[in-house]
């Protein structure tokens, strides 16, 4: 099927892509590589008379250190620049990492990371990933900027924190201290991820674990009782060791996760490959 004739616009400033919004209000959609948008208007599961091309504008591409050290990613990176990213590969090899394996390369070149977040489709692997790291994500729309953490961006399937009229202009991340190291493991037999989870350990005093499975349900979710075990922890303990710890907390949480029998596996299936999966990214994560 092709998609019903729009309106293209290329704005080359947010505030110009700002105003093309409010001019045309629900009729409009933003576009960013268009490998949720287009295949959805070719569908005809949604409908535009105007799409509002967001690749013009600069500022939103690529990725920059802030003056605070604060990494910055533009909404328009693809998964690919991100992979490829110096500063990325430097300061967040877990999630390079991840990125390398976002879908397929003809996905990774033309994805962009706002695009999978504003898209909301519950089997992707970023969102995950970004909450463990305790990312925050800059909204821009016609009353200015605001922020708000990955944690709360996500609402449930196909829905987010963000408002119709903002654009979502950066992914940003605190440095990470020299004792924190992260990984992501996922696991699924469709092209999209059946469970993700993502493990952030840092033996800084406090010792933190920030565990967080993903795609399993409508938005990522804490493992809060296994985080919570981490904590008390000897800093003296091998890998095996804390997984000896954290196994019954994780899989308590697990439990706990609202999943559904579908496509990508039954419920009790994906709770018990949190387990699988939180185990192996937590053991890549520890010396
Ligand atoms: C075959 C296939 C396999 C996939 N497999 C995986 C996988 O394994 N793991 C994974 O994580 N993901 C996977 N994905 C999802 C992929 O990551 C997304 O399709 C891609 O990142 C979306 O980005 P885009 O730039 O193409 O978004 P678009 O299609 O351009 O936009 C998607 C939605 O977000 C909105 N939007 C986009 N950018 C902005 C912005 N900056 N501000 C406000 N709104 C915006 C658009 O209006 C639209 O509603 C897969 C996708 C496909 C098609």
């Known amino acids: 099927m092709r998609a019903k004739k729009f309106f293209l616009h290329r704005p080359g400033s947010l505030e110009e892509a ?27 599961v949604l409908r535009y008379e105007h799409v509002i091309d967001l690749k013009q504008i600069d500022e939103l591409k690529g990725v920059r250190l802030r003056s605070d050290g ?7 990176t693809t ?28 996905v990774r070149i033309a994805g962009t990371l706002g695009g999978v977040l504003c898209f909301a489709e519950p089997h992707a692997d970023a969102p995950t990933m970004l909450c463990a790291l305790d ?29 119709e009229d903002e654009i979502l202009a950066s992914i940003d991340i605190a440095p990470q201290s020299s004792g924190t190291r992260s990984a992501y493991r996922a696991f699924g037999h469709t092209e999209r991820p059946a469970v993700g989870v993502a493990a952030v350990w840092s033996i800084d005093n406090p010792q933190r674990l920030s565990l967080w499975a993903g795609a399993i349900s409508a938005r990522p979710t804490r493992l ?12 003296d303990l091998c890998a095996d060791e804390i997984w000896n710890h954290l196994r ?9 996760i609202d999943a559904h029998d ?19 990214a937590l053991k890549a994560c520890l010396p």
């Open 135 to 163: 990312a925050w994500l800059v909204l821009a729309g016609p009353d200015g900027q605001r922020e708000v953490m990955s944690r709360d961006f996500h609402l449930g399937e196909f829905a987010t924190a963000r408002q």
């Open 18 to 44: 700002i105003a093309l919004k409010k001019q045309y209000g629900d009729a409009a959609a933003f576009h960013a590589g268009g490998t949720e948008l287009l295949v959805a208007l070719k569908a005809h």
């Open 70 to 76: 604060t990494i910055a990613i533009g909404s328009l």
């Open 224 to 235: 809060g009782r296994a985080e919570q075990v981490a904590a008390g922890l000897s800093p």
């Open 79 to 106: 998964h690919d620049k991100i992979a490829n990213d110096p500063i990325v590969r430097e300061s967040l090899p877990g999630y390079a990492e991840l990125s390398e394996h976002v879908a397929n390369i003809r």
């Open 248 to 256: 019954l907390a994780v899989a308590e949480d697990a439990e706990d």
């Open 262 to 280: 579908d496509l990508h596996g039954g419920a009790d299936y994906k709770r018990h490959l949190v387990s699988v999966l939180a185990e192996r």
